[in-house]
């Protein structure tokens, strides 16, 4: 009952601790990384292409809210909050590199064994070298959200922006199978 109640307190710390302003120039600092490393390799090998889907401004506003709470909410909670420990731990760093290591594992693996199981749509593109090359460095990034700050927000805002970039701006709608109208 004890580890319960620790996780039930460490799920509402994350939540209830806002980032300061030097969270938010780290999350900032981290999307340009994302953009620098990810952006030019996705263009290079053709998975990434400006394409931005014709939706109504209710589709738009769907996907900005629902890709907020899954995936980014959810595994942010998940892969983050419930798997490192928190921002002023005592674990010795062997075991937060340890954690840190063994949490980003499990988000990269995560992709294709959810497309397996729940949306064999995405099995291309989930098992994709690619797309397993940047989810682990926007893993890696939310880590260091997630770290730095002890807040679920910033590492979630910078998953969601990677997120409906990728959607709305650079192909991924359609890579999914999701159909315009």
Known sequence: MEFLIQIYEKVISA????PTMKDWIVAIILVVIIIV???PLG??????ELKIPQLSATEVISILVNRFLFPCFAEELIFR???L???NSYAPITTQLFLGIASLIAYVVSHPLNATLFYKKALGIFTN???LFSTAILGITCTLAYVTSGSIWTPTTIHWITIISWLLALGGYSKLG???K
Do not use: A, D, I
Request: proline residues 4%; hydrophobic residues 55%.
């Open 178 to 180: 999701f159909t315009e």
């Open 37 to 39: 490393t990810c952006l």
């Open 129 to 131: 070298q690619f797309f």
């Open 43 to 48: 263009l290079w090998y053709r998975f990434l």
């Open 85 to 87: 420990p928190e921002k």
């Open 15 to 18: 939540v209830l601790t806002l």
């Open 81 to 83: 909050v419930l798997l």
